[in-house]
């Protein structure tokens, strides 16, 4: 646990209401509503031109004065300058200054504030001890991997005692295996020091891994928020369904509690609303049986045939036609069990507590 001189404001709550932004005449986010809990580590997903990026800076007073209000633990923030909030922020680009030493680095916003220096020596070499860094203070950062540098980023940002600790796409520059490691160790930091935090990711992996829940946004409106599983098994709509992973989308209708479409298909949906127009479900969701090995429950099965197989490793990615329809299905793969053939005749079987039917 972090050393009580070093110890963060209690978490606080974040309250966004009716936020619209516009850069000159053209509206980039429009009639955002939702609140961040105390503590919580927070996510804004989607694609690049959503308003993610927009949002978060908004939140720390950058860009165009937003109509709505930002309330953080209760203050209206929406007309107050970046420096009058207390908010942390860590930049994409990691904004070093690469003439300065880590310790120089992580000093200066305290020096900014006229902290005294013998203030500021402790609490840099807490924050430097937080993020593993002690042993680099005197490097600058052209000596560190991208790795150390987002760790000086992070302690630069976590001295000044921040309400609230804001991530602007932190792992996109650096490699796979690198971007695996920052994020549980920015996650074990998270939790460490119990800040508020909000980050931006146009990666669903990340997201998924290190939120306790998401925004997902696309075309400047706010599409749906939840816990990561909650959102990928239950999307609100099918950008949603799409954009959190691999889906098959069937269009059909709803007629009579069921979800209808060609190529003979049919799934009880008395859940469904009836304006249904597209069946979702994911590929590891569904299998594929050989037609002399079908098995019995609480199933349903459509005939198709194999028109492609893909060894994936860790699984057997199968696409089955189905009609009109070509449908993915994800297997384990296990040494010594022959996969299906490509041509082959199969029953595509689905549970239909595995589907989601959606109007849009």
Known sequence: MPDETLAQPAPVEIRIENLSIAFDRTEVLKDIDLVIEPGEFFAFLGPSGSGKSTLLRAIAGFGPRPSGSIRIDGEDVAGLPPYQRNVGMVFQSYALWPHMTVRKNVAFGLEERRVPAAE?????????????????????????????????????????????????????????NLRIQMRHEIHSLQRQLGLTTVFVTHDQEEANTMADRIAVLNDKILQQIGAPMALYDKPRNLFVAEFLGTTNAIPGAVVNGLFKADGGIEVPASNAPTDGKVLVFRPQNALVERADQASNGDVVRFEGHVSHMEFLGSIIRYTVEVGPHRVLVDEPHRTGIMPVGTGEKVLLRLDPAQTVVLAN
Do not use: H, Y
């Open 120 to 176: 500021i020596r402790r609490r840099v070499d807490e924050a430097l001890d937080t993020v593993g860094l002690s042993d680099l203070a005197e490097r600058r950062p052209s000596q560190l991997s991208g790795g150390q540098q987002q760790r000086v980023a992070l302690a630069r940002t976590i001295v000044i005692r921040p309400r609230v600790l804001l991530l602007d796409e932190p792992l996109s520059n650096l490699d796979a």
